[in-house]
């Protein structure tokens, strides 16, 4: 019996191992997305050789790939051996991709700050709405290119052009992105006094922001992208605000030149909600002055991992950093933790500086597994097949900011730490709720909504 059962595992192992070559790629269900769109994104190509062992991890790979390029909503790989040889099945679903849609957003820091300003004015005052029109046209001309086209209105007009072109090349590795885009306020803040933003009077075109980029990226695979982008930037306003840091040189304007070198590798499953899979992240921006003296680099890095070590289970972990050459910053390039960084917990609180750095952790236990769903009342394939997941997140946050010339903002150069639950809610076209409750270390609790991956 013994050495029955040692001939079946020899047996078992040299199948593994055996090598197959992928005889052919087969792709069903494209209908905009060109071909060689499709197998650019794909890390194996006909010839290659894989074990049998190998080839389900592979696929699993390739399929969160595909998902993460804004692409498919669906995507199945079927694998057909035949003796020494495989054929790969490729079925999609793809997205919609021309979306215009009518703007209406709150324009502030994240929704808990928005709803306390409206709950304090009886709810009368809409000041903080921006509306318009935004064009998103995504995999344009069927080849991953993305347009977009912004006309907002509101409490931060917002217009916008730009066009990214991911292959210039025949060997699909260089890309393009060109950008202008236009800010207009009618208040803005100036100042950040015990952490809450101070606001000048409201008045016609108060502040404005011109920023025209140009950027190329190389993208050597499907997992690695560098890119360099060089962008100008002008920024004035009609109000002599009460702060001489606020363009650090002169009051009313405020001119730079900006060079960026961009660094990433993204091997996650799902970037919007992963659940397994890491990133790695570096950004060098060096700026420049016109017509003044400010000289400054910084440096960002991020990294994030993360683990699924049980169907229902997994953990993940973000760290990220910022350091700047100087100190002296204008206050309109200072931001650290209150806007787009932030910590869970803190979200009522802008805290200023020039250096910084933040850990997130969370361990996630699936409520509801991917559940697909057909609405058959619905016409269109993009939208008549959809999914939805439920995570329940119990979540840890660290960080310290640097500021070297605090006034009235105690947390500047503390460290911060919070923890807390949230019922994490995802579906399809990235689509995602966060409700989540948290404590800080002042003692403070509260709920809190938001609509994107806290990581």
């Given amino acids: 019996m013994k050495k029955f059962l040692l001939v079946l595992c020899l047996l078992n192992t040299a199948l593994n191992a055996q090598e197959l070559q992928i005889r052919n790629i087969q792709i069903e269900g494209l209908k905009t997305t060109k071909e060689a769109t499709v197998l650019r994104e794909l890390s194996f190509s006909v010839g290659d050789k894989v074990t049998i062992q190998e080839l389900h991890s592979l696929l699993e790979k390739n399929r969160s790939n595909l998902l993460n390029q804004w692409l498919f909503n669906f995507v199945d790989f079927t694998p057909i051996i035949k003796r020494s040889e495989v054929d790969i099945l490729l079925k999609v679903t793809e997205r919609w991709y021309v979306w215009p849609y009518p703007i209406f957003e709150i324009s502030e820091r994240n929704f808990n700050v928005f709803w ?38 509101g409490y931060k007009e917002h217009y916008l052009f730009e066009y990214d072109i991911p292959y210039l090349n025949q060997e699909k590795t260089w890309g393009t992105i060109f950008k202008t885009e236009l800010f207009r306020m009618q208040k803005f803040h100036y100042k950040t006094d015990y952490h809450q933003l101070f606001y000048t009077p409201q008045g016609e075109n108060l502040f404005k922001e011109h920023k025209l980029s140009l950027a190329f990226q190389f993208k050597p695979g499907i997992h690695i992208t560098h890119k360099i982008e060089i962008e100008g930037s002008k920024m004035s306003t009609q109000y002599s605000v009460e702060n001489p840091a606020f363009f650090l040189f002169d009051r009313l304007n405020f001119q730079y030149a900006q060079l960026d070198y961009h660094f990433i590798q993204e091997k996650r499953d799902y970037k919007e909600y992963p659940l397994d899979g890491h990133m790695r992240e570096l950004c060098i921006e060096a700026f ?42 204008p206050y309109m390039l200072k931001q650290a933790f209150g806007f787009e960084d932030y910590l869970r917990g803190y979200e009522y609180y802008v805290i200023d500086g020039s250096q910084f750095a933040m850990t997130k952790t969370a361990v996630k236990w699936t409520l509801l597994q991917t559940t697909e769903m057909q609405l058959p009342i619905i016409p269109y394939e993009q939208f008549s097949k959809t999914h939805f997941s439920i995570y329940f997140s119990i979540f840890a946050d660290m960080g310290y900011v640097h500021n070297k010339e605090v006034v009235n903002n105690p947390l500047n150069n503390e460290f911060l730490m919070s923890q807390g639950f949230s019922i994490d809610i995802v579906s399809y076209y990235d689509k995602l709720i966060r409700l989540e409750f948290s404590r800080n270390h002042l003692a403070e609790t509260g709920f809190f909504i938001h609509f994107s991956n806290p990581f």
Avoid: P
């Fill in 288 to 329: 420049h002055g016109i017509r003044n003296s400010y000289r400054n680099i910084s440096l960002t890095t991020k990294a994030e991992h993360h683990h699924q070590f049980h169907s229902r289970w997994s953990v993940g972990n973000s760290i990220k950093a910022k350091a700047s050459w100087k100190d002296e910053i």
């Fill in 116 to 153: 306390d300003s409206l709950r304090h004015s009886n709810f009368q005052d809409f000041s903080r709405v921006n509306y318009g029109v935004f064009l998103n046209w995504y995999n344009f001309r069927g080849r991953n290119e993305l347009l977009k086209i912004k006309y907002r209105k």
